[in-house]
Structures are given as structure tokens and as C-alpha cells.
């Protein structure tokens, strides 16, 4: 694994875990695993800024959930394994299947995330296309 990839990892791992201990308190067991598989610096400009492409696995198992947060760029999101019940502000809800697609605009609020079923883990492969200079890839939802 590259330097660039490493320390990628570890920024997200990091943001990730403290934008959600921002949020109102949830046990651990109940917050997705979330893996970074890539990250690699992109030709696109994102915001008028140079971008980058960081690629995710989320794994939900039943009653685990994101709570509500935003991206700092557009997310396209793959379903592996499962079902995945998956909500942004003023859509409806939406189940996607294992094979069906998903995509966030950039900051739009990701009011829901989570396995569709009770008893089997759903498994989704997500891209983020934001600004190198991103100081967090996962931007909570103020608690009100």
C-alpha cells in the first residue's frame, strides 16, 4: 500500500469516528464497519479545488445505521450483499437491492443508511468525488 493510500485510510478512520461520536450518542455495536479500499487523486476539480476519489466498503449488519451526515462531494454507491435501506432530504425512501446503485449529490443530508432487514447484513461499495483538501468525508448532522 502507497504512502498516499495509508494516510488517506487513517484521515478517514479518523474523521469518520469523530464526526460520529459528535452525533447523539449510539453504541458502537450499532454503527456500520467502514473500510477505505482506496483513495487516489483525481484530473477533475471538485468545487474549483483539485479531487480526489476515495472508494469505501460500509458493512450494516441488522440494526446497525449511519446516523444523519453529509459528503463534501458527490457519492455513487454500489449494493454488494443485501438489501440497503437508504434516504437523502426530500426523496423518498429507497430499498436497493444487492446489484442496484445509489447516488448523493454533494452535501445533500443522508437522512437514513442502514441493512433493510432484520436478520441479514447489507453491504455497499461507495465513491466519494471530493476536494483533496477535505478536512472530513463524513460531516454530521448538527443534534438538535
Request: proline share 8%; no cysteine; charged share 20%.
Amino acid at each position: 500500500m502507497n504512502k498516499p493510500i495509508i494516510t488517506a485510510f487513517v484521515l478517514l478512520m479518523t474523521i469518520t469516528g469523530s464526526a460520529w461520536a459528535q452525533m447523539k450518542p449510539m453504541d458502537a455495536s450499532t454503527m456500520p464497519t467502514v473500510k477505505v479500499v482506496s483513495a487516489i487523486d483525481v484530473e477533475e476539480m471538485v468545487d474549483g479545488k483539485p479531487g480526489r476519489a476515495t472508494t469505501f466498503e460500509l458493512t450494516f449488519e441488522p440494526g446497525q445505521v449511519s446516523p444523519p451526515h453529509r459528503h463534501p462531494g458527490a457519492v455513487y454507491g454500489y449494493v454488494v450483499e443485501g438489501e440497503f435501506s437508504f434516504k437523502v432530504k426530500g426523496k423518498p425512501m429507497r430499498t436497493i437491492k444487492a446489484g442496484g446503485a445509489f447516488y448523493e449529490p454533494t452535501m445533500i443530508l443522508h437522512e437514513v443508511a442502514q441493512s433493510a432487514s432484520n436478520t441479514k447484513t447489507a453491504r455497499v461499495v461507495a465513491i466519494i468525488v471530493h476536494p483533496r483538501d477535505a478536512e472530513q468525508l463524513v460531516i454530521p448532522e448538527e443534534v438538535k
